[in-house]
């Protein structure tokens, strides 16, 4: 494995979220238009990482822990319900 270099560079946001990632980095990385990036966020920090799979090959095996699980499309719909009402309550709580 080739060791790459370490690069810093500052970016800025668009009003429309985007961002321009620097031509050092996309040389450096061989990023190509079209290609896909994965977001990770990791408590104040975002990591963006070149996507060396398509989403099928990183995904196959969270898709493969659901089919032998018990968990339900609908069970998970309820869960994110609940997390985001639970969610507001603190920070309503938070306020007062």
């Not at 699980?69 to 994110?80: N, P």
């Amino acid at each position: 494995m080739i060791k790459k270099r370490r690069i810093i560079e500052i970016g800025t946001v668009s009003s429309r979220g985007q961002i321009a990632i620097p031509s050092k980095i996309r040389t450096e990385l061989d990023l190509d238009e079209g290609e896909k990036i994965i977001f990770v966020v990791e408590g104040d920090n975002l990591i963006i990482k070149k996507a060396d799979k398509t989403w099928e090959e990183l995904t196959k095996p969270l898709r493969e822990s659901i089919k032998n699980s018990e968990l339900k499309e609908s069970d998970v719909v309820d869960l994110i319900h609940r997390f985001r009402k639970e969610k507001r309550e603190n920070e309503n709580n938070g306020r007062h």
